[in-house]
């Protein structure tokens, strides 16, 4: 359902223009901080529930389309910013430990749609601040697992997840004149994502809860 609304939002997004004053797009380049937290039920019988944390860092693109319009005393903008790469946040080694996992974690091909309300200043400059719900994919491949007991170790490969948040942010927008661009900003986000769950096929449970926080400076061009 959620994939739905997104697809519809996009649309009414991108027959818009009638009612928007300008076409905002983009290229983003952001640093994000992915730190995730889970309890994963292994085989001990003694401490059957293992609380974990990690996070990873890494840079990552995004492209965006906007639609504009201009009010009384501030600006509105619709928008679609998307993610079509994958990244590799964390590569676990179960090691010989009894019950531990090995798995590589990536995640991608995000999609948030937004509302981005706007104040202009003097000078060029524009502070903004943003509003949005977003979509991502987890895979989690090369899945080998350690067991304390003969044959329960999992014996799934692969499992795809979809991960969705809600989103805030803060920037701030400067009006250039630089060959095709019109604009540049800065902004800092925070996706705090819902938390997922996976049963292996053994039926030990998964779960991590999962948040976002990122630095971007974007350029684009307003049609």
Same mark, same amino acid.
């Given at each position: 359902?959620?994939?739905?609304?997104l697809?519809?939002?996009?649309?009414?997004?991108?027959?818009?223009?009638?009612?928007?004053?300008?076409?905002?797009? @983009? +290229?983003k380049?952001?640093? @994000?901080?992915?730190? +995730?937290?889970?309890?994963?039920?292994?085989?001990?019988?003694?401490?059957?529930?293992?609380?974990?944390?990690?996070?990873?860092?890494?840079?990552?693109?995004?492209?965006?389309?906007?639609?504009?319009?201009?009010?009384?005393?501030l600006?509105?903008?619709? @928008?679609?910013?998307?993610?079509?790469?994958?990244a590799?946040?964390?590569?676990?080694?179960?090691?010989?430990?009894?019950?531990?996992?090995?798995?590589?974690?990536?995640?991608g091909?995000?999609?948030?749609?937004?509302?981005?309300?706007?104040?202009?200043?003097?000078?060029?400059?524009?502070?903004f601040?943003?509003?949005?719900?977003?979509?991502?994919?987890?895979?989690?491949?090369?899945?080998?697992?350690?067991?304390?007991?003969?044959g329960? +170790?999992?014996?799934?490969?692969?499992? #795809?997840?979809?991960?969705?948040?809600?989103?805030?942010?803060?920037?701030i927008?400067?009006?250039?004149?630089?060959?095709?661009?019109?604009?540049?900003?800065?902004? +800092? #986000?925070?996706?705090?994502?819902?938390?997922?769950?996976?049963?292996?096929?053994?039926?030990?449970?998964?779960?991590?809860?999962?948040?976002?926080?990122?630095?971007?400076?974007?350029?684009?061009?307003?049609?």
């Amino acid at each position: 359902m959620k994939k739905i609304i997104l697809a519809i939002s996009g649309l009414v997004l991108l027959a818009g223009g009638a009612f928007a004053d300008s076409t905002n797009i @983009g +290229a983003k380049l952001s640093y @994000g901080d992915f730190d +995730a937290s889970g309890t994963e039920t292994q085989n001990l019988t003694s401490d059957p529930n293992i609380n974990s944390s990690g996070n990873a860092k890494f840079p990552f693109a995004s492209i965006f389309l906007e639609r504009e319009k201009e009010l009384t005393n501030l600006n509105v903008a619709v @928008g679609l910013d998307f993610i079509p790469l994958t990244a590799e946040i964390d590569s676990l080694t179960g090691g010989g430990a009894a019950d531990g996992t090995g798995a590589k974690v990536e995640v991608g091909n995000q999609i948030t749609l937004y509302v981005q309300p706007s104040k202009e200043l003097s000078n060029g400059l524009k502070v903004f601040g943003k509003l949005g719900y977003s979509r991502m994919s987890v895979d989690i491949t090369d899945i080998k697992r350690q067991a304390s007991t003969a044959g329960t +170790a999992s014996t799934d490969k692969a499992t #795809s997840k979809d991960l969705d948040g809600v989103m805030v942010g803060l920037g701030i927008e400067k009006s250039v004149s630089a060959g095709p661009f019109d604009f540049i900003r800065l902004e +800092a #986000s925070y996706t705090d994502y819902d938390t997922i769950s996976h049963t292996n096929s053994n039926s030990k449970k998964l779960t991590a809860d999962a948040d976002l926080t990122a630095i971007s400076l974007s350029i684009g061009k307003k049609f």
